[in-house]
């Protein structure tokens, strides 16, 4: 079993590789300074410059600041406030941001303990990526699976069959 401090390394380590196969998105710039904010430990700049892009619900925003909520980096730690951000990056499609809320709901972190749910989430972030970051969050997933029984893999699996992003609609514009 890994360490706090080894897990902690690990998903950090998941994060940059996330981050860096991550699309630039309108706003690439702050996101661009926000992510090497974040990876240098300078949390202040980096929550200033995503928080504008998290209200805009820019998906790799979002991730990273649930991250910083849920291990309280530059943040008060806050496991609600984590698992609203990872849920709003996650039905979006966000990988990173599905495996987290995953983790979180097998945990019982910030959402009720719900093993379906933490599979549902991990399944689809594993099946959404590659390499590396595919195979931890299938282990991730495969641990949840261990706890669960059949009936309850087999909804898991259809939770995550039946899913689609969803993304958030533009503003509204009223012409006066």
Known sequence: MLSIRAARRFLLALLA???ST???PVGASSLSRGTAAFHRGDYIRAFRELAPLAERENATALGLLG???EHGFGAPQAYDAAADLYARAAIQGNPFAQAMLG???DKGHGVPQDFVLAYKWLNLAAARTSGRERDAYARFRN???SKMSTDEIVIGQRLALNWAPAFPAP???LSH
Do not use: H, S, T
């Open 171 to 173: 503003a509204l514009r």
């Open 143 to 145: 641990a949840v699976a």
């Open 22 to 24: 991550a699309a630039a």
């Open 67 to 69: 991250f910083m909520y």
């Open 17 to 19: 590789i996330a981050l």
């Open 103 to 105: 983790l979180l709901y």
